[in-house]
């Protein structure tokens, strides 16, 4: 060869079949030369590991305890992140706060795919009037703005759902409403993907296969045209979870989400606003967890995209 | 083309009544309006039932959304309370202009209201819109045509960064910088709070003065998110056969970017300032709520806790005809854009 350097691309990727990686293999080899991504991943586990090892040092009902005595305190060693406008320890706030809030990321991405993947795969695979009644009504669903309608949904709905006990642990019934609300606001973009997935996969030879040897449409929808659309999926979802973790915040922020005493990053910040000038400690503790959340979850999915795109080659050693 | 139009303007009507069924039924059964009219004292059971006999809440839900769409002036209503029906309705609907009466500010229409808040949105948005563009396009572009040196991996990582913030958090921390501490330090600090300083009154130079950081918070976020897009959509159409073409018979490179590569690279542009400007309409609801903006955002949180009905369906389909006219002037000008594009 007249060029030995750089390796060629059908080289690289003889190599890795010649090596017999596996799927799961060969999307981690991708994905571990995106270093944000990777950092992504690491911030994300402390993060968790913050909200749930931090259980171990602090109870749920200490952060719920009002001394109104010691009310706007800085920092201290006692309360290393200060107290809030009630006298709450901010710093075991954040900590059940966080549980909530990522729980509310996790569970509204699942609605959101749930709804998406559904409404994408059933339009795109009979077509027809189903196709344009349910894409009708994505449409319709764009045109709402998505805030607003969090907003009079949230309001709406979080008083009406009574506390309920998992885990042993009380849940203001809001923090349901709020999950299954924000699902329900967000899953458009990927039902279109979906979608228009479905329709080119469904002219596929092994879709006209499938039913050739008498395949019901159901095990071809999910068992046979749903894997192949998996990746974009994953990043929507992905992305998803900290589009909710945003919606939960901009919504407690206002106050119609999450209703107290049950803590969200989100809802610590209500009214924090007021106290820019006197008691900063009270927006900048769940704000930058906050930030530093959606980020590391949005370079994962940056990454994950390179990573699941089957076009993108791989240097493998 | 103009056929075209009004297709799509026919189409809309059906998409704008589903849209305005539900969410009148949603803020219908979201909270109790005569609750708060009592000032601090709770309301009687019996000003109650006149309360809501005189503001036709008593009613079933569809008969309100119809008086609501279509106003109640064609038929006799029962004012006073003796059940028959005497007094003939005041309201003409929506489809006749009026949005009805504000349940919270006594007296004022929900369109003179609007109509208050809408100019200061608007004296907010303009202005951040415009900036946000500018700076999109040309950083956008800056990095593009350097791909892959120092300054496009700062420009990409910084967009990723900015377009992951909540706005919220943008706000309050440059609020704190410029604001709060710029004055502690004792340099030259931006004002936080509302349209003017009410000693020095409203004048342009207050204006001004108090929408820097509002506008800045929101152009951080929608100038990394646009950038983004018009970095990528730049990277594509410099690969193509017509920009190689220009450059081969002899154009320079400002006049390939401003005459043949820009205009391609503006449609996601379009796109996304179409999905845009309807929700500047409705105002940033958290900007506003920060900085005590007094326009359109804060006027819908305001109203829609304490369920102010017409208010907040005035502000709200307000934004929906909004979409739907953007919508339709975003793919004329694709049209323009993009000779390809044809309607029928």
């Known amino acids: 060869m007249a060029i030995p350097n750089p390796e060629n691309p059908p080289a690289a990727i003889a190599r890795i079949e010649k090596t017999q990686l596996t799927f799961i293999q060969l999307v981690w080899l991708r994905f571990k030369r995106h270093k944000m991504a990777v950092a992504g991943i690491i911030s994300l586990i402390l993060l968790v590991l913050f909200a749930i090892l931090g259980t171990a040092f602090t109870t749920e009902a200490y952060s719920n305890i009002t001394d109104t005595s010691i009310r706007l305190m800085p920092p201290s060693h006692e309360h290393p992140f200060g107290t809030d406008t009630v ?26 795919v749930v709804v998406g993947v559904l409404i994408g795969a059933i339009a795109g695979y009979y077509g027809g009037i189903i196709d344009s009644l349910l894409m009708r009504f994505t449409e319709a669903m764009f045109n709402i703005p998505q805030i607003p309608l969090l907003l009079v949904l949230g309001k709406l709905l979080a008083d009406k759902v009574p506390p309920l006990n998992l885990f042993g642990r009380e849940f203001s019934g809001s923090v349901i409403v709020i999950m299954v609300v924000i699902g ?9 993907i979906v979608r228009a997935n479905f329709l080119s996969l469904k002219e596929r030879e092994f879709v006209t296969a499938a039913h050739c040897i008498g395949t019901r449409n159901g095990p071809i929808i999910f068992g046979h045209i749903l894997p192949n659309t998996m990746a974009p999926i994953i990043v929507s979802a992905t992305l998803g979870v900290a589009n909710a973790i945003i919606s939960e915040a901009y919504v407690s922020f206002l106050g119609v989400g999450v209703r107290p005493p049950t803590a969200t990053w989100g809802n610590m910040l209500n009214g924090a606003y007021q106290y820019i000038e006197s008691a900063p400690w009270l927006w900048i503790f769940p704000g930058i967890l906050i930030v530093l959340t959606v980020l590391s979850i949005n370079f994962i999915g940056d990454g994950l995209r390179d990573a699941l795109d089957p076009h993108s080659l791989v240097e493998s050693k | 083309m103009g056929r075209y139009i009004i297709r799509r303007l026919l189409q809309a009507i059906p998409l704008l009544l589903i849209i305005s069924i539900v969410i009148f039924l949603l803020l219908q059964s979201s909270g109790d309006p005569l609750a708060t009219m009592g000032g601090r004292r709770t309301v009687r059971p019996e000003d109650r039932a006149r309360l809501a006999r005189q503001l036709g809440l008593d009613k079933p839900v569809y008969k309100q959304y119809i008086y609501w769409l279509a106003g109640n002036d064609w038929l006799k209503i029962d004012f006073d309370g003796d059940g028959i029906p005497e007094t003939t309705g005041t309201r003409k609907g929506v489809l006749r202009g009026d949005f009805g009466t504000s349940l919270v500010s006594r007296g004022k229409s929900a369109l003179s209201l609007i109509g208050e808040r809408l100019p200061n949105t608007l004296i907010l948005m303009i202005p951040a819109e415009i900036i946000m563009l500018i700076f999109a396009l040309s950083i956008g572009i800056y990095s593009a045509l350097r791909q892959y040196t120092w300054v496009d991996q700062v420009v990409t990582t910084g967009s990723f960064i900015g377009y992951s913030m909540p706005i919220f958090f943008i706000a309050l921390a440059s609020m704190y910088l410029f604001a709060v501490n710029f004055r502690k330090w004792g340099l030259p600090y931006l004002p936080t709070v509302g349209m003017f300083d009410p000693k020095v009154g409203k004048t342009f130079g207050q204006v001004v003065l108090h929408m820097v950081l509002p506008i800045f918070s929101m152009s951080v976020v929608s100038v990394s998110a646009y950038s983004r897009y018009v970095r990528s959509q730049m990277l594509e159409v410099n690969n193509q056969d017509y920009i190689r073409t220009a450059h081969a018979k002899g154009l320079t490179d400002r006049q390939v970017l401003i005459g043949h590569a820009l205009k391609n690279a503006a449609i996601p542009i379009v796109t996304l300032v179409g999905i845009e400007i ?3 309409l409705g105002g940033a609801v958290v900007t506003e709520t920060i900085f005590g903006w007094p326009g359109m955002g804060r006027l819908f949180i305001d109203h829609l806790t304490r369920s102010d009905t017409p208010v907040v369906m005035g502000i709200l389909m307000l934004i929906s005809v909004a979409v739907v006219v953007c919508q339709l002037i975003t793919d004329i000008v694709y049209a323009w854009l993009d000779p390809r594009i044809r309607y029928s």
């Open chain 1, 87 to 112: 006298g709450r320890d901010i710093l075991s706030r954040t900590i059940y706060g966080g549980q909530i809030s990522l729980m509310i990321g996790l569970i509204a991405m699942a609605v959101e």
């Open chain 1, 184 to 192: 329900l606001t967000s899953w458009m973009g990927l039902a279109r």
């Open chain 2, 278 to 280: 309807p929700f500047l």
